[in-house]
C-alpha cells in the first residue's frame, strides 16, 4: 500500500513538473523575453500588400482575433478596373499576334512565288538558248547558200532577223530573271521582319505571355 502511495506521489510530481514545464514554454511564446529585454506592443500597424480605400471594418478596437479573421476589405473596383484593363490588353494583343502572324505566311507566300519566278525564268532562258541555237544554224546554212544561188536575199535577211529576235528575247529573259532574284531578296528581308516582330508562335509569343502575366 505504501508502495503504491509513492508510486501515485512520483507521478503527481512528474505530471507537475511536465506542466509547469509546458505551461513556462507557451508562456515564453506568447511573450518572449530574455535577460536583456522583454517584447512588448501596444499597437501592431497592419500594411496590406496593396493600397486602396477601405469599404468594410468588422472589428472593433481591442477585439480578440484569430488567424485568419479578417481584419478589413479594400475597395476592390480599382483592381477589378485594372484587370478589365489587362484583360482587354490580352485581347488586342492576341489580335495583333494573329495579324503579324498572317504577315508571316502571306510573306512566305511571296518567298514562294518569287522562287517560283525565278525557276520558270531559268526554264524560259534555257528554252531560248535552243531556240537561239537553232536560228544561229539556220542563218550559217543561208549564208553558205546564197553565195550557190540556192536561197534568196530575202530568206537570209528572213533568218537573220529570226536570230536576232531570238537574242532579244533572252537577253529580255535575263533581265526578268534578275528582277526575280531582286523580288526573292526583297521577299525574303520582309519574311525575316514579319518574323521578328512576330517572336514565338502561340502562347509563347513573349507579348502573349507579358500580357497574360499583367492579367
Known sequence: MKLNRSYLLTGLFVLAAAALVLWKYRDYVLNPWTRDGQVRADVIQITPRVTGPIVELPIRDNQFVQAGDLLF????????????????????????????????????ASVEVARGNIARAESQIAGYDATIAQDKAELERQRELLPQKATSKRALERAEATYLVSLQQKRSAEAQLLQVHSNLLESEASLAEAEARLGAIGEANPQVRAAVAAL
Open 73 to 108: 476589405r479594400i475597395d476592390p473596383r480599382t483592381f477589378e478596373a485594372d484587370r478589365d484593363r489587362a484583360r482587354a490588353q490580352l485581347d488586342e494583343t492576341g489580335d495583333s499576334v494573329r495579324a503579324l502572324e498572317k504577315q508571316v505566311e502571306a510573306a512566305r
